[in-house]
């Protein structure tokens, strides 16, 4: 699987949120042993999509901050793999493996209202693309919320 034109080609189809979504053919699957079977692998849609194609065409940081702050205009689970790629690029921004800096405030700022405005229908689950069901998704994102304040000194 070629990540990078994967990425390339939902661009072209001006499906980069169904990518990012890792939905149908643009999911990136994650190793077989992580927990969370049927969410793309963040990570590998980073380093080997998002970072690959900026080394050529920075535009690419521009269309990942506008897709993160259209897909929390969308379900529960966009606002939850939102904060997923966050999470995901705070780390690899503090570790040196990020390319660039995302501009977070306007993301943040929309994440932290959203979180806030969905939390109750969140508590009762979210549904992933692939029909799973996770009832423990407010519990992750209320643990992402924490590290992220006290490794990233981030609050959303």
């Not at 077989?32 to 690419?60: C, F, H, M, R, W």
């Amino acid at each position: 699987m070629d990540i990078e034109k994967m990425l390339l080609n939902s661009i072209i189809n001006n499906e980069m949120i169904f990518f990012l979504r890792g939905e149908e053919e643009y999911l990136v699957e994650v190793s077989q042993y992580a927990p969370e079977a049927g969410l793309t692998d963040v990570g590998k849609v980073l380093s080997k999509g998002i970072y690959k194609i900026y080394a050529y065409d920075d535009n690419i940081k521009q269309k990942f901050e506008w897709s993160l702050l259209q897909m929390l205009d969308m379900s529960d689970f966009d606002i939850y793999m939102v904060c997923h790629y966050l999470m995901s690029q705070l780390f690899k921004e503090k570790n040196g493996l990020s390319p660039f800096v995302l501009s977070k405030d306007l993301i943040l700022e929309k994440l932290s209202f959203r979180i806030n405005e969905r939390e109750s229908y969140i508590k009762k689950g979210i549904e992933y693309p692939n029909g799973y069901m996770n009832t423990n998704a407010m519990s992750e994102i209320q643990r992402f919320r924490r590290v992220s304040k006290e490794k990233y000194n981030v609050i959303f």
